[in-house]
């Protein structure tokens, strides 16, 4: 069968579903294609950027991504925003399906269907991230199923998963601290009967350097203390001015020997103009 011949059939999903039950029943009710349908399909869209057919490889792979969601339902996140970020990378897998490598489009599109869930999870399981590395990521998806009881676990665990997972010791009980963790709110509860809770982290993380007085007080003090220092340079003689420049603002900095050399004074003299130098700057901030 062509694939013009495929599309023109009208896939059995309805224009608008009611529930998430609705919408399972309705991707259940799609024929699951035959190898010869999907290289077909595949073709017609990547070699004639037909979007009929990309639809049609996308619609037929829909139960694909609720099996998966099903999956990941222990992190306490909707399974229809589980599907919903399945489906874009079950669309993204479709995109770069190549029907010529000889693999069916649901074993090339289970990393991206992966993907996005995975993405969707780490954004939305906390309020703080729990895992931005590979090797967190890993731990963040495994470490539960490695997990043989409950509780925390003894050092001869921990080196099990490392080894198993190949990551450091380190990372496997940081994950499970993070894991074991939960988020706290910012500001105080509400709850005032409860004398006996922990202070909130308004309590004790106050920002003192976004006040906006003492950010402008700062700010003006940087601008004047720069003033100054134009002021002071400007006031001394053209060799102190260059000795203290190439001593102290720039890079690299230059010794007090070499600026003797090219002075042609000792080095006893360049430290005494330097000193000389700093002492009418210093009594000038001074003032």
Known sequence: MTATALISHNLPIPSALGSLDAYITAVNNVPVLTVEQEQALARA???GDNLDAAKHLVMSHLRFVVHVARGYQGYGLGMGDLIQEG???LMKAVKRFDPDQGVRLVSFAVHWV???MHEFILRNWRIVKVATTKAQRKLFFNLRSKKKRLGWMNDA???AVAKDLNVSKREVVEMESRLSGRDIGFDAPDDNDNDHAPPAPAAYLEANSADPALAYERDNHDDNQLELLREGMSGLDARSRE?????FLGEPKATLQELADEYGVSAERIRQLEANALKKMKALFAA
């Open 114 to 116: 992966r993907a996005e």
């Open 243 to 247: 000795i203290l420049k190439r001593r």
């Open 45 to 47: 869209f990547r070699d």
């Open 157 to 159: 665990e921990v080196s």
């Open 87 to 89: 489906n874009i990378g």
